[in-house]
């Protein structure tokens, strides 16, 4: 099989999704395009970090098609060359729609960016293991920060320089974004179900169990946003009421993200609510809707593990 066969089969397993989940093919690709564009405008009418939040939903939307077992499986099942392609074509293909909605409010460089990162985060994947410990306030329960932090503390190093770049160059814009980038870095340790034996564990309730994993997971995210909010907040102290927000929406977003895990639990999170998270970055008030959603689904899937 080519990557033309692979992407002939891809559209046949959304259609096919579609038409089980959602609705006809013909009607859900203009429904969720008109979806799509509404909720971008809305978002670049409300709020002027809109192309950063951009850019950080199209690392969101992306960051399923990077998983270690999916691209293991392709690697088995595709020539090297191939593999290459169909990555590459994937991340692309993802970031048209942003791309599309950045040219035609004049962000260039924004989509540029998304461009550039599509090509680029096909070809690198983060490191399974490291020669040496790398220390972390977090302990092993839950595991998610522990493991997460470790495989993306560079990226959480990068947050931090930009957060004192910001700051040299009096540009308050980037430093929120490097607040917003280390919150959803956060959120999505908590994307990824583990076993089931991870969850069988607690002696909880449902419903006690993800209050839990929100309530530890909130302040790991704290933790790690404590620097960033620390020099923001002395610099930019006028401001502060900027910070509160991108807090809210931060952690506001990660409750979202850990509910809708568990929501398909032991599954992973599939198109459909891959798609309610995307549209909760875009549009942030959906989350008022989402959060209940996800939890009234989460409690019965956990409810056969969690007796």
């Given at each position: 099989m080519g990557i033309k066969e692979y992407f002939k089969l891809q559209?046949?397993?959304i259609n096919r999704h579609l038409r089980e989940k959602w609705l006809p093919p013909a009607v859900s690709y203009p429904?969720?395009?008109?979806?799509?564009?509404?909720?971008?405008l809305y978002l670049f009418h409300k709020t002027d970090?809109?192309?950063?939040?951009?850019?950080?939903?199209?690392?969101?939307?992306?960051?399923?098609?990077?998983?270690?077992?999916?691209?293991?499986?392709?690697?088995?099942?595709?020539?090297?060359?191939?593999?290459?392609?169909?990555?590459?074509?994937?991340?692309?293909?993802?970031?048209?729609?942003f791309i599309a909605v950045l040219l035609y409010k004049l962000c260039f460089i924004s989509a540029a960016i998304v461009f550039v990162l599509g090509a680029v985060l096909s070809n690198v994947s983060a490191p399974e293991k490291f020669s040496i410990v790398i220390p972390t306030p977090f302990s092993k329960r839950p595991y998610e920060f522990l493991v997460g932090f470790r495989n993306s503390f560079y990226i959480i190093a990068i947050a931090y320089i930009l957060t004192i770049i910001?700051?040299?160059v009096d540009n308050f814009a980037l430093g929120a974004?490097?607040?917003?980038?280390?919150?959803?870095?956060?959120?999505?340790?908590?994307?990824?179900?583990?076993?089931?034996?991870?969850?069988?564990?607690?002696?909880?309730?449902?419903?006690h169990f993800l209050f839990?994993?929100?309530?530890?997971?909130?302040?790991?995210?704290?933790?790690?946003?404590?620097?960033?909010?620390?020099?923001?907040?002395?610099?930019?102290?006028?401001?502060?009421?900027?910070?509160?927000?991108?807090?809210?929406?931060?952690?506001?977003f990660l409750s979202t993200v850990i509910l809708a895990k568990y929501s398909t639990y032991p599954a992973e999170i599939g198109l459909e609510t891959g798609l309610i998270l995307c549209f909760c970055l875009i549009s942030p008030v959906l989350m008022l809707i989402a959060i209940p959603y996800f939890f009234q689904k989460s409690r019965k899937k956990l409810s056969i593990i969690l007796k």
């Open positions: 559209h046949r397993l429904l969720f395009a008109t979806a799509f564009w509404g909720f971008s970090f809109a192309e950063y939040i951009y850019v950080l939903a199209y690392l969101f939307s992306i960051s399923q098609l990077s998983g270690k077992r999916r691209n293991d499986f392709l690697k088995i099942c595709f020539k090297y060359k191939d593999y290459k392609g169909i990555r590459v074509l994937e991340n692309l293909a993802a970031a048209l729609p910001a700051v040299r974004f490097s607040l917003l980038l280390v919150l959803l870095i956060a959120a999505s340790y908590s994307a990824q179900p583990e076993n089931s034996y991870y969850v069988w564990q607690f002696a909880m309730s449902p419903a839990y994993k929100i309530k530890t997971s909130l302040w790991y995210s704290f933790l790690l946003c404590y620097p960033v909010f620390l020099i923001l907040s002395v610099f930019y102290f006028r401001r502060a009421g900027v910070l509160l927000v991108v807090f809210i929406f931060g952690f506001a």
